[in-house]
């Protein structure tokens, strides 16, 4: 899988847009740019995917550069429930979705 | 809906005893499933995968099996536990779009 580099730690407070910046400098064309969560003692949880395009849903957008060398996670209004740890991951068409250290967001009220 | 359940939610085993952990995915056919492993303040392993009945393909050299007897059900066991085995266990399914994943099994080996 390609690597993905996150910083270590974010934070925010409440109510404040968040942007988490992922940079996948070896991202392959048939590399999508998917986004978990884990919060604390529960299993990741679907944020977001793309592939070349920007996304958004209810819970966070995704810009994708250009180059689709890198990528931004965007939760609009922080609130005390995003704390978490965000994971950003490149899945192709194999079967394995791996995990790097992702970025630890802590939110402030 | 798909939904997955994984239990028990919490286990504490001797060293040396056997260990059988289920997880069963409802409201979908032939998914692909996995079983992850998060030691304390580190990230997720993957340990086994599956793309269907009896297909199991082990990640890394272990201490683990995992077996998937029907399409939904999806099993990790143990003959004798080790104290590194301790971690959090966590189940997932895919399909196209997006993993889901159970509530985990917290695993503690005395």
């Known amino acids: 899988d390609a690597k993905t580099t996150q910083p270590n730690s974010m934070e925010s407070n409440e109510e404040e847009p968040v942007h988490l910046p992922c940079n996948h400098s070896t991202i392959s064309g048939t590399d999508y740019i998917h986004w978990y969560r884990q919060l604390p003692s529960q299993g990741p949880e679907y944020v977001i995917h793309g592939l070349t395009s920007n996304v958004n849903n209810r819970m966070a957008s995704l810009a994708i550069a250009e180059d689709r060398k890198s990528s931004t996670l965007i939760l609009h209004r922080a609130t005390l429930r995003d704390a978490a740890v965000y994971y950003c991951?490149?899945?192709?068409?194999?079967?394995?979705?791996?995990f790097g250290a992702g970025t630890t967001v802590t939110v402030r009220a | 809906s798909q939904t997955i359940h994984q239990w028990p939610a919490t286990l504490v085993q001797p060293v040396g005893s056997p260990l059988s952990l289920e997880c069963t995915v409802e409201?979908?056919?032939?998914?692909?499933l996995y079983w992850y492993r998060q030691a304390a303040g580190r990230g997720l392993q993957l340990l086994f995968y599956s793309v269907g009945i009896g297909q199991i393909s082990s990640e890394v050299p272990q201490n683990l099996s995992a077996s998937r007897p029907q399409d939904r059900q999806f099993i990790l066991s143990s003959k004798k536990l080790l104290l590194s085995d301790s971690g959090f266990y966590l189940c997932?399914?895919?399909?196209?779009?997006?993993?889901?994943f159970g509530s985990g099994t917290r695993l503690t080996v005395v």
């Open positions: 409201g979908t056919s032939n998914p692909n």
């Open positions: 997932a399914w895919s399909a196209l779009g997006g993993y889901t």
């Open positions: 991951i490149l899945h192709s068409n194999d079967y394995k979705l791996s």
